[in-house]
């Protein structure tokens, strides 16, 4: 129980630092908030876990996938948002589209 607590605790300072360094400096914020840091962390505990060689790499593998269909919503929210929608309308249209393409995602790798 003590480690599952230690592996939120570390996890949840990584995002509270991400969004206080973004409230003062934008792009070092969105810099920190760009690392793969819970993917990062996730092999990390998955490592701690398991120690097991090609589990890991089938896990990082498959985190790849997952990466690209995310990375339209990051157009998406801005343009969205400039184009005078709400944080909330454009964050929910991000989310979305994100897993609509997360579905069309695991349709394909079903089909390969």
Known sequence: MLYLFIKAAVSGVLIAVASEVARRHAG?????????????????????????????????????????????????????????????????AGCALTVALYLITVWVMTRA
Request: no cysteine; net charge neutral; proline share 9%.
């Open 28 to 92: 070092i914020g969105a810099l920190i908030a760009s690392l793969p840091l819970v993917s990062v962390l996730g092999m990390i505990w998955l490592w701690r876990d398991t120690q097991d060689p090609p589990r890991l790499a089938d896990h990082a593998a498959a985190t790849l996938w997952y990466v690209i269909p995310s990375l339209p919503m990051f157009v998406l929210i801005p343009v969205m948002l400039r184009a005078g929608f709400g944080f909330w309308i454009a964050l929910l």
